[in-house]
């Protein structure tokens, strides 16, 4: 998949991020002996920045309302509509 644009500013920012979200020293920080409603606080700092990564993504991977099409790209031409998908009936 090929991104353009702001999708492939968001994909860089995003993988970035969450780099250094998950590097030893930012994640020592968190890896204390204290617990949140008897959870270590590492764990939940782990999970939360994996749930996140995850749910970011997933919306960096949306499709626009306009690029909702069958074709690649570069298999349109410039100047013509894409042809209607065929549906085979049986």
């Known amino acids: ?3 353009t644009g702001r999708k492939k500013e968001w ?3 995003l993988f970035v991020v969450f780099l250094i979200a998950l590097l030893p020293p930012v ?3 968190f890896d204390t002996p204290r617990r949140l409603l008897g959870i270590p606080i ?3 700092y ?3 920045v994996w749930g996140a990564a995850i749910a970011l993504t997933a919306l960096g991977a949306k499709r626009g309302k306009g690029r ?3 074709t690649p790209l570069s ?3 410039a100047g013509e509509p894409s042809p209607p ?3 085979e009936t049986r």
């Open 85 to 87: 998908p065929i549906h």
């Open 42 to 44: 590492i764990f939940l």
């Open 46 to 48: 782990l999970f939360t």
């Open 75 to 77: 298999e349109q031409v």
């Open 27 to 29: 994640i020592m920080i």
């Open 1 to 3: 998949m090929i991104r």
């Open 11 to 13: 994909s860089i920012l």
């Open 68 to 70: 909702e099409t069958d």
